[in-house]
Each structure stands twice: as structure tokens, then as C-alpha cells.
């Protein structure tokens, strides 16, 4: 019976998904949402298992005046949903994350992971769980087929005057 922590990078959408998961009967009563990181502390403390709590990726950050990120909880069965993964879930608020929830499982969704030198979806979650890919969205009908064609359009301009101006200017 894990705690899930819900991590987005927005405010809306935090605010959002919150009230979405608050309004189902059987889950309502589990849902809050996490106002500071001390708030989130104080939640994790209160829940020894079961909850979800909806908060910012921005709530990662050390107190006022101190320079490093505290433990905000120890315990192993904390899920961490960290969504829109590919943007803000790298760097200082990594890190932040990693060490206040040192013990906890992190899975990240994104629709467009990234693979660079300082940056790598895979690094930070693990293995991908399950790809929805273009093709798929297309056999399930939640996308229209997408079609390209790589190819040069010859352009030709029949007035010469105007190909002068334009070269001058």
C-alpha cells in the first residue's frame, strides 16, 4: 500500500489533476496536495502507507537559509510519478528529489524522452516500461496518420527584375 507522490511542473496542472483524482469516491478521501516541502514532509510523515499527494517539481528546493535539500522521508514504499519527465526532472530538482526521497521508486512519464551528454530519460528512470509510439496512436485512433515526404520544389521566377532586386538587397 504505497504512498504516491505526484510531481508535475506546473501549477495548473497539479491543481488540476488534484481536484480530477479528489472528485472519485473511492480515492477522494486519500488525495491532498502539498503546499511547501514542509508540507510535503508533515504528509509524509502523517501517512505511514497508502495517499496520493500532488505537488510541484519547484517544492524540491532547500529551506529558506540552508544550502542543502533534507530528507524529507526515508520510507521504501513511496512512488514517485513525475510527469512531463523530459523537462524539468534533471538537474538541481533531480537531485533535490533523489536526496529528499532517497528510498523511493521514481517513474517518469514523457512522449518525448531525451538522450544527450547531461541529460538522459533513461539515466534518471530506468528502463522504459511500456513506449506508445506514433503507429500505436495511430491504430487506436487517437491520432490521425501523419505523412511526409522529404522531397525539393524546384522554384522558378519568370521575372528577372525582381531576382535582381531581391539579390541586392
Known amino acids: 500500500n504505497p504512498t504516491i507522490v505526484a510531481v508535475t511542473d506546473r501549477i495548473n496542472l497539479d491543481n488540476q489533476l488534484m481536484e480530477t483524482f479528489a472528485k472519485q469516491a473511492v480515492l ?3 488525495v491532498s496536495q502539498a503546499e511547501s ?3 510535503l514532509r508533515s504528509e509524509l510523515k502523517r501517512r505511514v502507507a497508502g ?4 505537488t510541484v517539481i519547484n517544492k524540491f528546493r532547500p529551506p529558506s537559509g540552508e544550502s542543502d535539500m533534507p530528507v524529507l522521508s526515508e520510507r521504501e514504499n513511496v512512488i514517485v510519478l513525475s ?3 523530459h523537462r524539468s526532472q534533471y538537474e538541481t ?8 526521497l532517497p528510498n523511493a521508486t521514481r517513474i517518469g512519464f ?3 524522452p531525451i538522450e544527450t551528454t547531461d541529460r538522459s530519460t533513461r539515466t534518471t528512470f530506468g528502463d522504459y516500461i511500456s513506449i506508445y509510439d506514433i503507429s500505436r496512436a495511430v ?3 487517437a491520432t490521425v496518420p501523419i505523412y511526409y515526404e522529404n522531397r525539393s520544389i524546384p522554384v ?7 531576382v535582381a532586386d531581391v539579390g541586392s538587397s
Request: glycine share 12%.
Open 28 to 30: 477522494g478521501p486519500a
Open 37 to 39: 516541502a514542509e508540507d
Open 51 to 54: 495517499g496520493v499527494i500532488f
Open 83 to 85: 510527469d512531463e519527465a
Open 93 to 100: 530538482f533531480a537531485a533535490n528529489l533523489q536526496k529528499a
Open 110 to 112: 514523457t512522449g518525448t
Open 139 to 141: 491504430e487506436d485512433g
Open 156 to 162: 522558378e521566377v519568370a521575372d528577372a527584375d525582381l
